[in-house]
């Protein structure tokens, strides 16, 4: 979210507004497509396009999936479900890697301005053990993501603030008339909008759980995943086309790739770092989440010991 104003800097205001919003409805149905499969594969459901609302879909079960490997083996076979979990392993632990980075950078930043007197909590890698040992192994180590509900609220509000502190700052001090950015940035058609294409498709990415998330959720059926499906991403796709336009519109072409970093040092904004710091935190279990589960699936499958010696036929 931190990198939308340069999404809107590159792509201009109209390519942008169109760009994110084709994402996000693309985004939502895939991931809206991935429940139905789960909820298909325990029963007869009627396609999407058929009016899933009026359609009885018996209740998830056993013969469904709740995991990529498992839609997988039930769509195309068993023998190549690795294919799946090897994806979703590769995608997520490359996540995994890129949220500890932002957390070192995260909570460094913000210790050093709110904790000046307290060196040793100034480092990356210092942080990083502290909030691994606090906060990403216990989280990680849950199975069922129920409890992780909590956590997500908490980094919702975390984020809720750095929005806030950017909406409130581009009311007050951009430059919203004819004079100001956005006016001189509305349909540019330049090369930098495939670049913004890129944080398009990276906003919205969640589907790594989808089926988990079908899975467990309460008195699931289709009807009531499409609703919350759609109020989710609707949310925000409202949040990132107003957390661009803001950032654009109260920097310009100053806009850095990571926006806090266009603000100062004031207390409000190592509370911003502080907050995003927090708001990965508890976002990185859902990713670990999918890592776990694919990684135990190929382990099941006894695909890591693919080279142990065969027995000798006679």
């Given at each position: 979210?931190?990198?939308?104003?340069?999404?809107?800097?590159?792509?201009?205001?109209?390519?942008?507004?169109?760009?994110?919003?084709?994402?996000?409805?693309?985004?939502?149905?895939?991931?809206?497509?991935?429940?139905?499969?789960?909820?298909?594969?325990?029963?007869?459901?009627?396609?999407?396009?058929?009016?899933?609302?009026?359609?009885?879909?018996?209740?998830?079960?056993?013969?469904?999936?709740?995991?990529?490997?498992?839609?997988?083996?039930k769509c195309f076979g068993q023998q190549n479900a690795w294919i799946a979990d090897i994806t979703v392993l590769a995608n997520n632990s490359m996540a995994c890697l890129a949220y500890c980075v932002l957390i070192g950078d995260f909570f460094s930043k913000a210790l050093t301005g709110l904790l000046p007197d307290?060196?040793?909590?100034?480092?990356?890698?210092?942080?990083?053990?502290?909030?691994?040992?606090?906060?990403?192994?216990?989280?990680?180590?849950?199975?069922?993501?129920?409890?992780?509900?909590?956590?997500?609220?908490?980094?919702?509000?975390?984020?809720?603030?750095?929005?806030?502190?950017?909406?409130?700052?581009?009311?007050g001090s951009a430059r919203w008339g004819a004079e100001g950015p956005l006016a001189s940035n509305i349909s540019p058609f330049r090369l930098d909008f495939f670049q913004a294409l890129a944080l398009f498709g990276s906003a919205f990415m969640a589907h790594y759980n989808a089926p988990k998330f079908y899975a467990?959720?309460?008195?699931?059926?289709?009807?009531?995943?499409?609703?919350?499906?759609?109020?989710?991403?609707?949310?925000?796709?409202?949040?990132?086309?107003?957390?661009?336009?803001?950032?654009?519109?109260?920097?310009?072409?100053?806009?850095?790739?990571?926006?806090?970093?266009?603000?100062?040092?004031?207390?409000?904004?190592?509370?911003?770092?502080?907050?995003?710091?927090?708001?990965?935190?508890?976002?990185?279990?859902?990713?670990?989440?999918?890592?776990?589960?694919?990684?135990?699936?190929?382990?099941?499958?006894?695909?890591?010991?693919?080279?142990?010696?065969?027995?000798?036929?006679?």
């Amino acid at each position: 979210m931190l990198s939308l104003p340069v999404a809107m800097r590159g792509a201009g205001l109209a390519p942008y507004v169109v760009g994110i919003t084709l994402a996000g409805v693309l985004n939502a149905y895939t991931f809206f497509l991935l429940g139905w499969c789960c909820e298909a594969l325990g029963g007869l459901c009627r396609f999407p396009f058929q009016g899933f609302a009026k359609s009885k879909c018996a209740p998830f079960d056993v013969t469904g999936a709740s995991s990529f490997g498992e839609l997988w083996a039930k769509c195309f076979g068993q023998q190549n479900a690795w294919i799946a979990d090897i994806t979703v392993l590769a995608n997520n632990s490359m996540a995994c890697l890129a949220y500890c980075v932002l957390i070192g950078d995260f909570f460094s930043k913000a210790l050093t301005g709110l904790l000046p007197d307290y060196p040793l909590l100034h480092g990356r890698g210092a942080d990083l053990v502290l909030v691994g040992f606090c906060l990403l192994v216990p989280l990680s180590l849950m199975k069922d993501l129920a409890p992780l509900r909590y956590a997500s609220m908490a980094g919702l509000v975390a984020t809720a603030y750095v929005f806030l502190m950017l909406l409130k700052d581009a009311v007050g001090s951009a430059r919203w008339g004819a004079e100001g950015p956005l006016a001189s940035n509305i349909s540019p058609f330049r090369l930098d909008f495939f670049q913004a294409l890129a944080l398009f498709g990276s906003a919205f990415m969640a589907h790594y759980n989808a089926p988990k998330f079908y899975a467990q959720l309460q008195d699931r059926s289709v009807p009531k995943f499409a609703v919350l499906v759609c109020a989710a991403f609707g949310l925000a796709l409202v949040v990132f086309v107003v957390f661009g336009m803001c950032g654009f519109a109260l920097f310009g072409y100053e806009a850095e790739g990571n926006i806090l970093k266009n603000y100062g040092f004031g207390p409000e904004v190592m509370l911003a770092w502080l907050s995003m710091g927090f708001s990965v935190a508890f976002t990185y279990p859902l990713v670990f989440s999918g890592f776990r589960d694919s990684f135990a699936s190929l382990r099941r499958a006894q695909f890591f010991f693919c080279w142990e010696r065969q027995p000798d036929q006679h």
